[in-house]
C-alpha cells in the first residue's frame, strides 16, 4: 500500500492473472471446484457478477486425474446428437481415452453458474493433457494453485534410509 | 470331526519327538540366509540365523499384538505403507497371522488398509507375478480413492463412529 502509485494500484486490482493448477493423481470434482472460483473472481474482495472480473487458469496433466471409487467403470456421460436413436453413454474410461481433457472440462462447465458468463469463463480456462504448455501461455503464468488432494507416497518413493529407520513392529 | 484329527496330529507330534533324540526344540524363528560352502568334496548349504541389531523396544511391552505393543491401535490408514509393508508377502498377499502375531480384528482391519493402499496403487513392486510376457489389456487409470464398503472397513471408520456414517464417510473422502 506505501509506496503504489494510485494507476499501478487500480492496474494490480482489476488486472486479469493467469493461474496453473496441476491435476495429477487428483479427483476432477475438487480440480473443478478450485478452477470455478478463480475463474467466476469469488477469490477477490472486488467481486461482483457483472463485474467480469474472472481469471485465467491453466490445468496440466489432465490425463492423469485419479476418480475415487469404481468411477472410472461407473460414471456415465450423456449426451444427445438431435437426431433419433441419437442418445450416447458413455463410461468415464472411454471418453477419458477418446479425449484426456474432457472430463475436468465437463466437470468445471456444469460447476459454472448456468448464465451467459459461463462460455466467457470456459474460454478462459485452458487445459493441457500433459505438462507441456505453449510457450506464450507459460509465461503469462503468475502463480501455482495448490492442489486440493495431499497425494500419499508410494513405497518406492521413500528413501531406504526412511525404510530403515521405521522401526520392525514384529519380528519374524 | 475336528477333535479326533486334533488329537491324531498332536499325539503323532509327540510321539515323534519322543522317538527321534528326546524332546526335540523346535526351530527357532528367525530370519535366516542361505550360505553355501564348498570345502573339497564338499558342499555345505547352511540357512544361518541372522542375527539382528537388537529391535527397539516397544512403548507398551505388555500388548497382546504388535499394533498394541506400538501403541498404533487407531493411528494407522492405507497410507502408512511402511508399516502396512511388513505385513505383505513380495506379491501383495498377506502373512498369517500365527506368523505375525496380529490379533484378530488388528489383521483384518491390516487386511482392509493393504487391500486400499493396492487399489490406491501405493505398492507397485508387491504385485503378483504374471505367467510368461503376459500383458495388462486394460487401460492403466489411477484410481486412488477407495470403495465406500472398504472405507466401511477402515480402521479410523470402525473406531468409534459407526453410527454417523454418512456425513463422515464425505469426511473421509475430503482425505
Redesign the interface.
Given at each position: 500500500m506505501a509506496s503504489y502509485t494510485k494507476a499501478a494500484q487500480q492496474w494490480a486490482t482489476f488486472a486479469r492473472a493467469w493461474y496453473l493448477l496441476d491435476a495429477k493423481?487428483q479427483?476432477p470434482g475438487k480440480i473443478a471446484a478450485a478452477t470455478v472460483i478463480r475463474l467466476e473472481g469469488r477469490h477477490k474482495p472486488i467481486y461482483h457478477a457483472l463485474s467480469d472480473c474472472g481469471d485465467h487458469v491453466v490445468i496440466i496433466n489432465t490425463r492423469?486425474?485419479?476418480?475415487?471409487?469404481?468411477k472410472?467403470e461407473q460414471k456415465v456421460y450423456s449426451s444427445h446428437t438431435g437426431y433419433p436413436g441419437g442418445f450416447k453413454q458413455v463410461t468415464a474410461?472411454q471418453l477419458?481415452?477418446k479425449d484426456p481433457t474432457a472430463i475436468v472440462k465437463l466437470a468445471v462447465y456444469r460447476m459454472l453458474p448456468k448464465n451467459l458468463q459461463r462460455r466467457t469463463m470456459m474460454q478462459r480456462l485452458h487445459l493441457f493433457p500433459e505438462d507441456v504448455i505453449p510457450e506464450d501461455i507459460e509465461k503469462n503464468l503468475l502463480q501455482e494453485i495448490p492442489q486440493p488432494?495431499?497425494?500419499?507416497?508410494?513405497?518406492?518413493e521413500?528413501t531406504p534410509e526412511?525404510?530403515a529407520a521405521?522401526?520392525?513392529?514384529?519380528?519374524? | 470331526m475336528a477333535a479326533p484329527s486334533l488329537l491324531r496330529g498332536g499325539l503323532r507330534r509327540l510321539f515323534a519327538g519322543l522317538w527321534g533324540r528326546g524332546w526335540a526344540s523346535p526351530p527357532a524363528?528367525?530370519?535366516r540366509e542361505v550360505v553355501e560352502v564348498t570345502e573339497g568334496n564338499t558342499t555345505t548349504i547352511e540357512g544361518k540365523i541372522i542375527e539382528?541389531a537388537a529391535?527397539?523396544t516397544?512403548p507398551n511391552p505388555s500388548g497382546q499384538c504388535?499394533?498394541c505393543?506400538?501403541n498404533?491401535k487407531h493411528k494407522y490408514d492405507?497410507?502408512d505403507?511402511?508399516?502396512l509393508?511388513?505385513f505383505i508377502r513380495s506379491d501383495g498377499g498377506m502373512l498369517p497371522r500365527r506368523?505375525?502375531?496380529?490379533c484378530l480384528e488388528e489383521h483384518k482391519k491390516i487386511a482392509v488398509c493393504v487391500q486400499m493402499a493396492h487399489r490406491?496403487?501405493?505398492?507397485?513392486?508387491?504385485r503378483p507375478r504374471l505367467p510368461e510376457g503376459h500383458t495388462p489389456k486394460k487401460?492403466k487409470?489411477?484410481?486412488?480413492?477407495?470403495?465406500?464398503e472398504e472405507k466401511l472397513r477402515c480402521p479410523m471408520i470402525c473406531s468409534c463412529i459407526r453410527s454417523h456414517l454418512g456425513y463422515l464417510l464425505k469426511l473421509f473422502?475430503d482425505?
Open positions: 493423481m479427483p492423469h486425474i485419479a476418480f475415487s471409487g469404481n472410472w474410461t477419458h481415452l488432494r495431499a497425494v500419499p507416497r508410494r513405497l518406492d521413500y526412511e525404510i521405521f522401526p520392525r513392529v514384529w519380528t519374524p | 524363528r528367525a530370519l539382528d529391535a527397539p516397544p504388535p499394533i505393543r506400538w498404533l492405507y497410507v505403507v511402511l508399516l509393508s511388513q506368523t505375525t502375531g496380529l490406491a496403487g501405493l505398492l507397485p513392486n508387491h487401460p487409470l489411477n484410481r486412488p480413492g477407495n470403495t465406500s473422502q482425505r
